[in-house]
T-cell receptor
Framework: AQKVTQAQTEISVVEKEDVTLDCVYE???????LFWYKQPPSGELVFLIR??????QNEISGRYSWNFQKSTSSFNFTITASQVVDSAVYFC????????????FGTGTSLTVIP | DGGITQSPKYLFRKEGQNVTLSCEQN?????MYWYRQDPGQGLRLIYY???????QKGDIAEGYSVSREKKESFPLTVTSAQKNPTAFYLC???????????FGQGTRLTVV
């Protein structure tokens, strides 16, 4: 079974629009970490955020915000006032402590911001 | 500066050859990982290692081998048994409690 599901394969928005990338995860652990990474065309993975399972506070960093809801096992990512530089593939990931610290990645969401 | 380095950036392999991809980290991380990414796809785990001299298979280990003789190094060998090795390979390191897993720049392997 897929541990991390990113149902949106591709999203296109016009510059300055807001966009939300969905992430749903599955785990039986009580202690785990959730991550978002950005992969620009160059290929490297750029870290955006980490959340532990005991901290459900939403977080805002500039135009980026994250909504973590354990009740729905979701960790969604919103970009406000999108820019062309936001065009990339975004990955959500889960790390389980009992699972030997493996990282489980979603299949990614390809975001295209149209000028 | 601390970081994780993969080399080479581009690699070409002839059919039937083994090739080794290098991954070195100076972050003092315990765990290291190898992922494969195919075009338009997510990351699939090949192998991972929690400590020196120990490693476990991931989801797609067939045709690959690894070693972890030093904490800093986790080389991946793509053997001739891997029938479709053309892909983008990413190495990562991580220690629980750290903020993030660090990724290398990736190696793009092409079979010619």
């Amino acid at each position: 079974a897929q541990k991390v599901t990113q149902a949106q394969t591709e999203i296109s928005v016009v510059e300055k629009e807001d966009v939300t990338l969905d992430c749903v995860y599955e785990t039986r652990d009580t202690t785990y970490y959730l991550f978002w990474y950005k992969q620009p065309p160059s290929g490297e993975l750029v870290f955006l955020i980490r959340r532990n399972s005991f901290d459900e506070q939403n977080e805002i960093s500039g135009r980026y915000s994250w909504n973590f809801q354990k009740s729905t096992s979701s960790f969604n990512f919103t970009i406000t006032a999108s820019q062309v530089v936001d065009s990339a593939v975004y990955f959500c990931a889960l790390s389980e402590i009992r699972g030997g610290n493996q990282f489980y990645f979603g299949t990614g969401t390809s975001l295209t911001v149209i000028p | 500066d601390g970081g994780i380095t993969q080399s080479p950036k581009y690699l070409f392999r002839k059919e039937g050859q083994n090739v080794t991809l290098s991954c070195e980290q100076n972050l003092n991380h315990d765990a290291m990982y190898w992922y494969r990414q195919d075009p338009g796809q997510g990351l699939r785990l090949i192998y991972y290692s929690q400590i020196v001299n120990d490693f476990q298979k991931g989801d797609i280990a067939e045709g690959y081998s690894v070693s972890r003789e030093k904490k800093e190094s986790f080389p991946l060998t793509v053997t001739s048994a891997q029938k479709n090795p053309t892909a983008f390979y990413l190495c990562a390191s991580y220690t629980p409690g750290n903020t993030e897993a660090f990724f290398g720049q990736g190696t793009r392997l092409t079979v010619v």
